[in-house]
Every structure is written in structure tokens, then in C-alpha cells.
């Protein structure tokens, strides 16, 4: 089993940043892929970015070029870093680790991006 806590989230203005962390109960070298998810109020939960234990990467092409996700073995924690953040990035984000084909989630922290 894998327990992920989500930090980080908040209320921003348009064009700022934000960084999300998100530790798990293990190492994040023991789990295969990593990534954060995002809802949109009203909407279903779409994948922004991932990253494997080996060091791949992938974005959802609307935050390519201004998300960057990455972990960190020695703290077992996964970062978000979100700049130039839009009025559309609003929503909570969820961690989500799969582990062994086994999809765990944590409870997702709220960002708010004013205009």
C-alpha cells in the first residue's frame, strides 16, 4: 500500500507560481510511476503530468512548457512546480501513485488562480 499527502496548494494570482509536494508512506524509487492529477470544478479528473522511476516525463499539452514535475528519493516525495499559472488552472490536484497495477490517490490540495 502507498498513503500520499498533498501539500502546497492556495490562492494565486494569474502569471504566479505555486509548488505542490506530495509524500508518500514509501520510496518513491519502490513505485513505478508517479503523477498529478487535476479537477476542474464540474469536471473529471484529467493527468497534467507523470513521471516514472526511471525518469520519464509527460505533460498534458496545456501545461507543457510551464509545469514541471519531479521526485525527490531521499525525502519520498514528488513536486509540482506550476508557473505562469491561468485562471483554468484552478482546481484540486491529486497525487497518484501506481504501485504493482494498484492506482492509490491522496485527497488532493486546492489551487485557485485569480485574473
Known amino acids: 500500500q502507498v498513503q500520499l499527502v498533498e501539500s502546497g496548494g492556495g490562492l494565486v494570482q494569474a502569471g504566479g507560481s505555486l509548488r505542490l509536494s506530495c509524500v508518500a508512506s514509501r520510496s518513491v524509487d519502490s513505485i513505478h510511476t508517479m503523477g498529478w492529477y487535476h479537477q476542474a470544478p464540474g469536471k473529471q479528473r484529467e493527468l497534467v503530468a507523470a513521471?516514472?522511476?526511471?525518469?520519464?516525463?509527460k505533460y498534458e499539452d496545456s501545461v507543457n512548457g510551464r509545469f514541471t514535475v519531479s521526485r525527490d528519493s531521499a525525502k519520498n516525495t514528488l513536486y509540482l512546480q506550476m508557473n505562469s499559472l491561468k485562471p483554468e488552472d484552478t482546481g484540486v490536484y491529486y497525487c497518484?501513485?501506481?504501485?504493482?497495477?494498484?492506482?492509490?490517490w491522496g485527497k488532493g490540495t486546492l489551487v485557485t488562480v485569480s485574473s
Open positions: 513521471i516514472t522511476n526511471g525518469g520519464g516525463t
Open positions: 497518484n501513485a501506481n504501485f504493482f497495477a494498484v492506482d492509490y
